[in-house]
């Protein structure tokens, strides 16, 4: 069954391969905070000193500036468990026998596309490759210090007799924590290795219901995925990072970083599109890029499918016999896989 019209069937396998077969899709993506998301480690932000730009012979672009970082897992894990969601719902996967971080089932379409490992059972490496994403403002200029305070029932912090307190106690339980601002850019390229069409549909899909990252034990932490593009190659393209420091030389370059004001997003997408176009033309891959209208027609059709809850099904169903079939030819205990 075919499902995508604007793509050429030649840039998919027929089926999951078992060895690598040097096809890679890229998905350009840009991740906007719409809330006070928390990508920290230990209690801090992530960040890293890194240089501004990647303009030779300019003080303003080589200079050392610190950004945000938004690390591999935080991106993919949310992605996944997106994925996992509609194939319980779609009772393609079953709880007890398939869980997150606990028993992996080994033959759906989130273990084989995303990978696992349960020591001597078995291990499968992700086809989905994310790297760590960076800010494209400063940290300085991308965070905020918020002051927590826990409230009695009453919604204030005097006691009102309260166990164990006494009535006009105020509450010492307070807190500082540093959020990621709104409106904060994170450019990340999601890559996935050998795509089948339903493996390519699954993972583009997990990318554009994803609503949420960041510290999942928070009640914020809104991120909308602005996909701006897609690449078809046959090796991987540039980094997070000199994508990241190629749109802050842009932006400077056209005046548009009006700190600490927040980036304009029509601005950042612009940038984005003149500036991957401008970096793939000096990859010495094949790669056939999807940009502008050629991605737009594109887009829609995958929302045309993923929309459509008979599409969305027949996809996952396609997806999941593939993983089944891929476990049964070649995952460790295959034998208790087909079994089932």
């Not at 920290?40 to 240089?51: A, F, H, I, M």
């Not at 009102?160 to 106690?169: H, Q, R, T, W």
């Not at 034990?217 to 701006?228: A, C, D, H, Q, Y």
């Not at 599109?273 to 999807?290: S, W």
Request: glycine share 4%; net charge neutral; proline share 3%.
């Amino acid at each position: 069954m075919s499902f995508l019209k604007t793509v050429d069937a030649k840039y998919f396998q027929k089926e999951i391969p078992y060895k690598p077969m040097g096809s890679y899709v890229h998905f350009l993506t840009l991740r906007i905070t719409e809330s006070y998301p928390l990508f920290q480690t230990d209690g801090e932000l992530n960040k890293s000193r890194v240089r501004a730009g990647i303009k030779k012979n300019d003080p303003e672009s080589q200079k050392t500036i610190s950004r945000l970082t938004m690390f591999k897992r935080k991106q993919s894990t949310p992605e996944r468990l997106v994925g996992r969601e509609l194939l319980r719902k779609y009772e393609l996967m079953k709880i007890d026998e398939c869980e997150y971080n606990v028993k992996f089932a080994m033959d759906n379409p989130d273990c084989i596309i995303y990978g696992f490992a349960i020591g001597d059972s078995g291990s499968e490496k992700s086809k989905v490759v994310v790297d760590s994403a960076f800010s494209i403002t400063d940290f300085a200029e991308s965070h905020e210090t918020f002051t927590l305070n826990a409230l009695f029932e009453n919604g204030t912090m005097t006691s009102k007799g309260e166990k164990d307190s006494k009535i006009g106690e105020v509450t010492s339980r307070i807190n500082q924590q540093d959020h990621i601002k709104p409106q904060v850019f994170f450019p990340s390229i999601v890559t996935l290795k050998d795509p089948t069409e339903a493996s390519f549909l699954y993972v583009f899909n997990n990318i554009l219901r994803t609503r949420h990252y960041g510290a999942q034990t928070t009640r914020t932490g809104k991120v909308r995925n602005e996909l701006v593009g897609v690449i078809f190659a046959d090796g991987e393209i540039i980094s997070n990072l000199r994508w990241t420091q190629a749109i802050y030389d842009y932006m400077k370059d056209h005046n548009q970083l009006h700190l600490p004001d927040p980036l304009n997003e029509d601005d950042v997408i612009a940038a984005a599109k003149n500036t991957i176009a401008k970096l793939m033309q000096d990859e010495f891959i094949v790669h056939d890029d999807f940009l502008d209208g050629k991605f737009e027609t594109l887009l829609n059709e995958v929302k045309a499918i993923t929309g459509n809850e008979e599409q969305l099904k027949k996809l996952l169903k396609k997806a999941d016999d593939e993983a089944k079939a891929y476990a049964k030819a070649h995952i460790k205990g295959k034998d208790k896989v087909a079994a089932k």
